[in-house]
């Protein structure tokens, strides 16, 4: 970190700095200019609060130079993380990923006739909800294990994996034996408790960042799943709120050259709860793959109108394919493909 003292800051003042710097065992580098001392203070430590130094008298400006997270970090692995989900299918490697399904599972003759729309598409995941966190509690709240079972069923008979949420921790061994992949919605991305108990579990984790959470905070969540043993995370961008509202959320797009820059992790992005709107989803979704993403969670039903949850934003099944004809031509221009 690099603390600014004021102009006019007494020696006194900057050694009460340099001290309580030196407590919390940085080393320091100290140049005095014409008007302003400066202090660079170097160490190991990363879990300390700027403001701890901000708020002494006599300092101006305190800056942090290093990333508050280190196991998420691209400075672990320069190379980039590729993130085994099963059989043959890894993300942050030259394939784009993509999973695909209904928001919910409603019934096996539903999630039997996407999966298989999704399958031939060439979709490798096959996604839907079993526990939903609905913003209302009147809204339908998911099929528990039985959806599970038909989705495990679904995906099997045409060579899929299954992703789905985990909202509680008490879930995990119950949906251990279903999922290839627990997905921690963005409503729980910071609920700590899951992510320290889903660290402990030998199975990849698609994180999806909370609506109102920094890139950095995602960062930190995953450090959260790392630091407890889990190194198998997928980031998701999935829309966060901003003033805008015509979108159901503002789709970070420039999150993920971002997130590629500073961590060596794998990020997917979510077009559908990025947008909220069906007509929106496939733009998106070129855009996301253009801009770099490792892969896409995108929603399909093949009845929307009747769909139990999100129907408004999912792509109906013909939908699904053009996208995915759309995408084989643009993921070459950038190196990648589907
Ligand atoms: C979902 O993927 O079904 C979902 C609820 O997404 P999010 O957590 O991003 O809202
Ligand atoms: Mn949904």
């Known amino acids: 970190m690099v603390v600014v003292m004021q102009e006019g800051a007494t020696e006194e003042q900057i050694q009460h700095v340099i001290n309580r710097l030196m407590d ?12 302003h001392t400066v202090l660079g203070a170097v160490g190991p430590k990363i879990d300390f609060d700027t403001r701890d130094i901000e708020v002494i008298e006599g300092v101006s400006e305190v800056l942090r130079i290093s990333a508050p997270y280190k196991l998420a970090s691209r400075t672990f692995r320069p190379e980039g993380s590729v993130i085994q989900l099963g059989e043959g ?99 729980n991305m910071q609920n700590y408790n899951l992510l320290k108990e889903l660290a402990k579990v030998p199975k990849p984790v698609l994180l999806k960042r909370g609506i109102a959470a920094t890139i950095e905070e995602l960062l930190l969540s995953a450090e959260y799943l790392m630091s407890g043993g889990n190194y198998s995370i997928v980031l998701c961008e999935r829309g966060i709120r901003t003033f805008e509202s015509y979108t159901r959320n503002t789709l970070d797009i420039s999150a ?16 559908s709860h990025g947008t909220g709107r069906r007509d929106k989803v496939a733009p998106m979704a070129r855009a996301a793959v253009a801009a770099g993403a490792d892969g896409l969670l995108i929603e399909v039903h093949h009845d929307p ?33 589907i």
């Open 24 to 35: 919390m065992g940085f080393d320091i580098h100290r140049s005095t200019g014409a008007r």
């Open 89 to 187: 299918v890894a993300v942050g490697a030259q394939k784009v990923v993509v999973m695909a399904g209904p928001c919910s599972v409603e019934s096996a003759e539903q999630i039997g006739t996407i999966a298989a729309r999704v399958a031939a598409a060439g979709g490798k995941v096959l996604r839907g909800g079993a526990f939903k966190p609905r913003s209302s509690p009147y809204s339908f709240q998911g099929m528990g294990e039985k959806g599970l079972e038909l989705m495990r069923r679904a995906a099997d008979q045409h060579g899929l994996l299954v992703v789905s949420e985990v909202m509680d921790q008490t879930q995990i061994p119950m949906m251990n034996g279903y999922v290839d992949v627990f997905q921690v919605g963005a409503r």
């Open 256 to 271: 993920i050259p971002v997130v590629h820059k500073l961590s060596h992790l794998p990020i997917v992005v979510d077009p």
């Open 305 to 337: 109108d009747h769909a139990a949850s999100d129907g408004a934003q999912s792509l109906f099944p013909d939908q699904f394919d053009q996208l995915m004809k759309e995408l084989r031509m643009i993921a070459p221009a950038v190196g990648r493909t």
